[in-house]
């Protein structure tokens, strides 16, 4: 955790973009959500893709462990959110957005019933032996019947420390393995991303329903 303060508090924070993501603006259609439904943003750190979704005519429910983050998001959003403190969680509102900071692994069942999830660079930031508490968080924080998009990367682990961890389709099929369904979307080689001095990497793009 250490290491995400240092992070933020350096700015070292080669993941965050500018744009609205791609991938979520080709793939979210497909989960088939009505407007007016809550959606999880797990590690949100200050994403403009929450704006595109609240855009879209959902409540956003971002969960982010830096404080730092958070307040950048709304600042730069030109937003001033109401604070308050949610089983030892600070929460900060601005409709249509809450971002709740602190410890996701932290987060008491049911804090959040969302109806969606939407999952850039967050199961990707976390280690291996780190995912399968993630996808229990997953499914204590959502509705039984919702959808989730998963964007991953794939590459050879031992050619790059990560963040981002690789995260390999049939490994995403395992973690989701009980009470999930897994619909791969999209998988497209990156040789732009070689530059890094990897063999290869792939990105896939999942729909994962909740039974
Ligand atoms: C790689 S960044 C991705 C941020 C965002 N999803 C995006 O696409 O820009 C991962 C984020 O997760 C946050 N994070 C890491 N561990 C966390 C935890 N245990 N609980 C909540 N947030 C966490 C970090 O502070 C960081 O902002």
């Known amino acids: 955790m250490e290491f995400w303060h240092n992070r933020w508090e350096t700015e070292q924070?080669?993941?965050?973009?500018?744009?609205f993501n791609d991938m979520l603006l080709k793939h979210w259609a497909s989960l088939g959500l009505e407007a007016e439904t809550e959606v999880l943003v797990p590690l949100c750190g200050k994403s403009l893709d929450m704006v595109w979704l609240a855009q879209q005519g959902h409540r956003i429910v971002g969960l982010e462990l830096v404080d730092k983050a958070v307040q950048s998001f709304f600042e730069e959003g030109g937003m001033t959110p109401e604070k308050d403190i949610m089983e030892g969680h600070q929460r900060y509102v601005c409709p249509p957005f809450t971002l709740i900071q602190g410890d996701l692994f932290a987060l008491e069942e049911h804090t959040v019933q969302a109806d969606a999830w939407y999952d850039r660079a967050a199961m990707i930031a976390?280690?291996?032996n780190m995912r399968d508490a993630y996808v229990e968080q997953l499914r204590r924080q959502t509705k039984s019947g919702a959808v989730g998009l998963l964007i991953t990367y794939a590459y050879p682990q031992h050619e790059m420390e990560g963040p981002p961890f690789a995260l390999h389709d049939e490994d995403v099929k395992r973690f989701f393995s009980d009470g999930f369904e897994v619909e791969h979307l999209e998988g497209i080689e990156l040789e732009d991303e070689r530059e890094?001095?990897?063999?290869?990497?792939?990105?896939?793009?999942f729909k994962i329903t909740r039974i």
């Not at 924070?13 to 744009?19: A, L, P, V």
């Not at 890094?196 to 793009?205: A, D, E, K, Q």
């Open 196 to 205: 890094r001095g990897l063999s290869s990497i792939t990105l896939s793009v």
């Open 13 to 19: 924070i080669g993941w965050h973009r500018s744009e």
């Open 126 to 128: 976390l280690p291996a």
